[in-house]
């Protein structure tokens, strides 16, 4: 007589997990994935520090002077980080039971980026050619967002402009509303011969006053537009502090459910609860040992 399934095992199957790790891997993926041991704390500054260093780099290499007397030596350089974040990539995929799932995700379309255009600038020949190669190796800065994975603060700061988005999607709309009103009054009050050409120009001008910027290239020049632009000038206050009031809102509401710095050895996801037993994204057991 066979027993009735599990109700809860049918609401949540757990999919077995894609390869048996080696007890090596799992120790290389507590190091790469994990920064709650001395050893992943350790993996985590080193590789902040080789990411900021080859930023200073490519930063370093748009200044034509310094290009021209240390061009070779930065040459260097720039190879010996992308050859340093290809090993650390490789390691990334080999500690990984499933390691596609992490190759598509944000942070490995991120690790990909990083060292992509130093391998593509070889396959770029001839003089001709410099300027392409130029915007290859500008592609590089990209590997300042690898840093967003190792600090805990972005997870708070992601979660109040998510729970913000709405809110300000809502008021940036009111803006724009406040915008073509404004700008459209100025275009009949003005016209051409103040340089309110058009609505569009018009509509500008005014996104440059509300916001308080005000390049002052555009200006009213009749008492009833001035009037109007001192309206627009004290509303731009308002405009300034709404969006900052409701991410701060957000900020300093209480964020329950404090997460580890655990990662899954078959997928890589992270930002699991302290008490979790099996992943949120694929369902593989997180200690299988």
């Not at 020049?221 to 300034?240: E, T």
Request: with cysteine; net charge positive; hydrophobic share 45%.
């Amino acid at each position: 007589m066979s027993t009735a399934p599990n109700p809860d095992q049918r609401s949540n199957p757990r999919p077995p997990v894609d390869r048996k790790l080696a007890p090596w891997q799992l120790r290389l993926h507590e190091i790469i994935f994990e920064a709650d041991t001395p050893a992943g704390k350790l993996f985590d500054i080193l590789l902040i520090f080789a990411i900021f260093m080859s930023v200073i780099t490519v930063m370093l290499d748009s200044v034509a002077g310094i290009r021209a007397q240390y061009g070779g030596a930065l040459y260097i350089i720039e190879w010996f980080f992308t050859i340093l974040f290809s090993v650390e990539y490789l390691l990334r995929i080999v500690s990984l039971g499933n390691p596609a799932r992490y190759a598509r995700s944000f942070y490995g379309l991120v690790d990909f980026i990083s060292v992509l255009p130093t391998y593509l600038s070889l396959l770029v020949p001839g003089s001709q050619y410099l300027m392409t190669i130029r915007v290859l190796r500008l592609l590089r800065i990209f590997r300042i967002l690898k840093l967003a994975q190792y600090l805990n603060e972005t997870e708070i700061l992601i979660k109040a402009l998510r729970a913000s988005f709405r809110k300000i999607a809502i008021f940036l709309f009111a803006v724009m509303t406040m915008v073509l009103i404004f700008g459209s009054l100025l275009y009949l009050i003005e016209g051409g011969e103040s340089g309110f050409t058009s609505i569009g120009i018009s509509c500008y001008w005014a996104i440059t006053t509300l916001t308080t910027v005000g390049y002052g290239d555009i200006s009213p020049q009749s008492p009833l537009g001035r009037a109007v632009a001192s309206i627009i000038m004290v509303m731009g206050y308002g405009v300034i502090a709404v969006p900052t009031g409701i991410v701060t809102a957000e900020l300093v509401a209480p964020i329950t459910g404090k997460v580890s710095t655990q990662a899954c050895p078959v997928c890589g996801a992270e930002k699991h609860s302290y008490d979790a037993r099996y992943c949120k994204s694929c369902g593989s057991e997180l200690n299988p040992d």
